[in-house]
């Protein structure tokens, strides 16, 4: 069993940043990808970014390509979400996500229970 929880929500303007942190717990949780989806009413989960544990690499969606970036740190077992000028689209709850092994797909094991990030215009 994971346990994810989020953190660092909030409202913010266009053009500004936020970064969310997500800290899990449990049984070897270093063995987990994670990541991060969004969902906005009305719209599908999306898959915004992912690690694998060792964080080797990153993926993200190309919606946020070149304004967000995923970092890990496995000593506090904590994964993060940089996000910089943010859009009015980028308006969601922000869910962090682990599914064992290295790739995170739309179907992870676990989830944490979302932070909301709202950007005004």
């Known amino acids: 069993q994971v346990q994810l929880v989020e953190s660092g929500g909030g409202l913010v303007q266009s053009g500004e940043s936020l970064t969310l942190s997500c800290v899990a717990s449990?049984?070897?949780?270093?063995?987990?990808?994670m990541g991060w989806f969004r969902q906005s009413p009305g719209k599908e989960r999306e898959l915004v970014a992912g690690t694998p544990p060792n964080a080797d690499r990153t993926s993200l969606a190309d919606s946020v390509k070149g304004r967000f970036s995923i970092t890990r740190d496995n000593a506090l077992n904590t994964v993060y979400l940089q996000m910089n000028n943010l859009k009015t689209e980028d308006t969601a709850v922000y869910y962090c996500?682990?599914?064992?092994?290295?790739?995170?797909?739309?179907?992870?094991?676990?989830w944490g229970q979302g932070t909301q990030v709202t950007v005004s215009s």
């Open positions: 449990g049984r070897a949780a270093k063995n987990y990808a």
């Open positions: 996500a682990a599914q064992y092994g290295v790739v995170l797909t739309r179907r992870p094991d676990y």
